[in-house]
């Protein structure tokens, strides 16, 4: 049952107002982000001003947009007009939004609440919201482990209900492995579903704007209202704004499901196979076929990753030098020292690790051996994908090998926190959409997910087989215990 | 892969990047870790194409220029007198 569809009719039915409902996910925040640390910014008096507004408006009985009251958090890269913008950089620390992001504008639109900024590793580099120039978010599952990242604040706020969803990023990974981690639904978008407009640049070639939610019908009603096509977004597609949620069933009867065994062998968890493969059965207990097949090229996916994201990250972040944006360095002599001591002093390690390497597999005689090589691989993995999408009509793999980690254990290992990235990648690397959805926890009860992958532009089949799985799994339906 | 101490301060100036010795010290090892294992992108046979064909080419529409109704320059400036309006040098 969608969370954003019971409020809403309750809003309707005058059995719930939309003031009480801001006032009591303002509460929980107030008495849960001091150890979470979801968020760092709130709105409260705008909230609560919007809140007394729509519920005039709903005694009124004028009508309203599905999304009327609905208490959202933004991942803090995502700009709303007015608002802090930090990136969760120090570079970025005292920026305040301009405008609007085309998904802010589309969900103010449609009078949803945007509560709060939210927690992110610096410039959505990492995968654990470790890499935070202002606080570590903790996962509410466990808070001695990481939620993941790098929109690991927009997944423990969604998980520790401090808002109804959120939205978050999706270059690598970052929407669908921290919803794996807090036992929530990520889904990342068709390259191009979604605009990227107001979206604080990472990797303009694999950044994707997406919804995280309780649930598979949700997750379908956000996409639903921030997809579609944007003038402003010069790669934004074509194709018009989703309408998965009304034609959401729970269906996979006569659908061939492919397993790459590549991304469920020995670098995979037991538990987290023995969970994988538990879903594929009960999916195919009703009407789905699943087997294992190769997909080889995929072992090269997180080296050509970690050279093709870099790159533009490197180029994309040269904006920041203390000239024109945030966090300008004292006492410089010349302006060239203005520069590089304020990109040395307001960005974080990992961010200028990334830049390094960017810069390094960009230069003159590194080109063709790092860059231009990443590049032709990238094209055979979406060629890889697109052959297996001619035999399968999905492709399911564990979101992470692993499940959540504890705070610290990657931090001195920068290449090993990448490498827990090999599922999530490829997706990203050929534009597809993926969702990532709860299957049943390990043995000590931390969230597993499952990852669905379809061809482009089929969100559609995605969410009714992910709803299909929702409706089996109990882990979905499990009371979360939190703190 | 070997990178000398030097050499990632180099890389560090063309990227406009100030760094402190610790920081040579930590990211060294780490930044080598990192470029050996993408060493094994080496291995990998791919076909011969462009740079700029790994993009997922279906899904990206005409490089057109397109107005948007509700969007003009002025929107996005501070200050608008006919033009954008900065703070005078002094």
């Known amino acids: 049952m969608s969370r954003i569809q019971a409020l809403a009719d309750a809003y309707r039915q005058g059995h719930r107002l939309v003031s009480d409902e801001v006032s009591a996910r303002l509460s929980t925040i107030q008495t849960q982000d001091p150890t ?25 009985g004028d009508p309203m947009p599905l999304l009327a009251g609905i208490p959202i958090g933004i991942k803090d890269n995502i ?41 992110m590793d610096e410039f959505a580099m990492g995968s654990s919201t470790e890499h935070s120039a202002f606080q570590t978010t903790r996962n509410p599952r466990d808070v001695t482990r990481v939620p993941g990242g790098s929109s690991g604040g927009s997944a423990a706020a ?8 959120a939205l978050g990023s999706d270059t690598g990974g970052s929407i669908r492995q921290p919803a794996a981690f807090c036992g929530i639904v990520g889904l990342k978008p068709t390259y191009g579903r979604v605009s990227r407009y107001g979206l604080v640049a990472f990797a303009s070639s694999l950044d994707q704007i997406g919804p995280l939610t309780h649930t598979v019908e949700d997750a379908a009603i956000l996409l639903d209202a921030i997809s579609g096509f944007d003038p402003l977004d010069s790669t934004a597609s074509t194709h018009p704004p989703t309408t998965c949620y009304h034609h959401l069933q729970p269906d996979i009867q006569g659908m061939t499901i492919g397993v790459p ?8 968890d037991p538990a987290v196979k023995a969970s994988v493969i538990t879903a594929l059965d009960q999916l195919a207990a009703h009407g789905a076929r699943w087997e294992s097949f190769s997909m080889p090229v995929l072992n090269a996916a997180v080296s050509t990753y970690y050279i093709i994201a870099p790159a533009e990250a490197s ?13 300008r ?58 052959t297996a999408f001619q035999r399968y009509d999905l492709i399911v793999t564990p979101t992470a090998p692993s499940t959540a980690f504890e705070l610290g254990s990657h931090h001195r290992d920068p290449l090993g ?27 000590s009860g931390l969230p597993i997910g499952l990852q669905l992958i379809a061809p482009a532009f089929e969100e559609q089949r995605l969410l009714n087989a992910a709803l299909l799985h929702q409706t089996l799994s109990m882990a979905t339906h499990t009371p979360k215990e939190t703190l | 892969m070997v990178l000398t101490p030097h ?65 003009s320059p002025q929107s996005q400036a501070p200050q608008w007198e006919g033009g954008f309006v900065v703070p005078r040098l002094s």
Do not use: W
């Open chain 1, 79 to 119: 700009h709303i007009n007015g608002r802090p913008t930090t990136c969760a950089s120090k570079m970025l620390a005292t920026y305040t939004a301009p405008y609007d992001a085309s998904v802010s504008r589309h969900l103010l639109s449609q009078d949803a609440i945007l509560i709060g900024k939210t927690n």
């Open chain 1, 36 to 60: 979470i640390k979801a968020f760092l910014s709130v709105q409260s008096d705008l909230a609560m001003a919007q809140a007394n507004d729509l519920d005039h408006r709903f005694q009124k």
């Open chain 1, 158 to 165: 969604v998980a520790a209900d401090m808002v109804v969803a």
């Open chain 1, 417 to 443: 926190m990448y490498l827990a990235d090999i599922a999530t990648i490829p997706v990203n690397m050929a534009g597809l959409p993926a969702i990532s959805i709860p299957c049943n926890p390990d043995p």
């Open chain 1, 261 to 268: 065994h590549e991304l469920l062998g020995e670098t995979i």
């Open chain 2, 7 to 71: 050499e990632l301060q180099h890389i560090a100036q063309l990227a406009h990047l100030s760094l402190s010795p610790d920081e040579i010290n930590t990211y060294l090892p780490q930044i080598e870790s990192i470029l050996s294992h993408m060493n094994d992108l080496q291995q990998v046979d791919v076909p011969s194409q462009g740079a700029s064909d790994g993009l997922p080419s279906a899904i990206l529409r005409d490089d057109e220029p397109l107005a948007h109704p509700d969007f």
């Open chain 1, 315 to 327: 180029s994309n972040l040269a904006r920041f030098d203390g000239v024109r944006y945030g966090y």
């Open chain 1, 329 to 386: 360095h004292p006492n410089c002599r010349t302006v060239k020292d203005m520069i590089t001591n304020s990109r040395g002093h307001g960005l974080g390690d990992e961010v200028k690790r990334r830049i390094i390497i960017g810069t390094y597999v960009l230069s003159s005689g590194y080109y063709d051996a790092y860059y231009n090589q990443a590049q032709q691989v990238r094209r055979a993995i979406t060629q890889s994908f697109h």
